[in-house]
């Protein structure tokens, strides 16, 4: 890494949330908070809204229609079997494989529009900050460039609020 970062590392939800309220107070924003599971007040306050619901509901939404499209088209209008007083149209034989395919759409198009705008992708080099990070440990990442001179004050912070590394 040739950036220079401030880590605070912390036991519990309490002491971070407390430091990480403290540090936004002062005008400072963390680059990262790694956390073993999502902490709602750190979300909010690093500003972090996601819109990829949004992306799955249209995901749905087009598959579906896609899947019931090419389902009548290809059981009624191209190809239909015309015997045994079956209808010309089996909509409900449509529906378990058009929700089946639906979610599986959904699944699959969500995955890969999240590993693009994480910018996950084989053979990157990930950028580990602390090694038991999302493990058992809370993590804020503080870039050194936005403190400036109130490093010393940040660092203050960070170690009176229970900072163990």
Not at 119 to 132: L, Q, S, T
């Amino acid at each position: 890494m040739s950036k220079k970062y401030v880590l605070g590392v912390f036991d519990d939800e309490a002491t971070l949330v407390d430091a990480f309220e403290k540090i936004k107070a002062k005008g400072v924003l963390p680059v990262e908070v790694y956390t073993p599971y999502p902490i709602h007040e750190i979300l909010e306050g690093m500003g972090k809204k996601t819109r990829i619901t949004h992306a799955a509901f249209f995901y749905g939404l087009f598959a579906a229609i896609g899947i019931l499209g090419f389902l009548t088209y290809a059981a009624v209008i191209d190809w239909p079997l015309r015997y045994g007083g079956k209808p010309f149209n089996a909509f409900p034989s449509f529906i378990v494989v058009t929700i089946v395919a639906t979610i599986l759409s959904i699944t699959v198009l969500t995955l890969f529009t999240f590993s693009l705008r994480a910018k996950i992708f084989p053979g990157k080099k990930a950028e580990i900050y602390h090694h038991r990070a999302t493990d058992d440990k809370f993590v804020m990442v503080i870039s050194k460039e936005s403190l400036g001179s109130r490093e010393k004050e940040i660092q203050s912070i960070i170690t009176e609020h229970g900072e163990v590394e």
